[in-house]
């Protein structure tokens, strides 16, 4: 899981030793996805949730960043959202047809 901020108009990841930099200004569309996680311990069942953000550049390129809850992914997202006001948020099919091009 990589470290996520919002700060000075910028995406900032920190992924081990490089860091990922992307203008807030130059997304057009970000949105949630939710994967359901199963797996069988030897002290039992663990089930959870993994929650990944998606945004999408000016340019097509597309960025995945992910995290151990929901939670985290939306607070993310707000951020992105209170940044950049003009951006496309959620996973519609309106959404879909417009970027798709950009995927």
Not at 34 to 54: L, Q
Not at 84 to 89: G, I
């Amino acid at each position: 899981m990589a470290k996520v901020t919002v700060a000075e108009g910028k995406l900032i990841c920190r992924k081990f030793l490089s860091v990922c930099e992307i203008f807030v200004k130059d997304l057009v569309w970000a949105y949630l996805q939710r994967e359901e996680v199963s797996a069988k311990m030897c002290c039992g069942n663990f089930h959870g949730e993994i929650g990944r953000v998606i945004v999408v550049e000016r340019d097509g390129k597309r960025e995945i960043f992910q995290f151990e809850s929901m939670q985290e992914a939306r607070e993310l997202l707000e951020k992105l959202q209170e940044a950049n006001p003009d951006m496309a948020v959620g996973y519609t099919e309106a959404n879909r047809k417009r970027f798709e091009r950009e995927i």
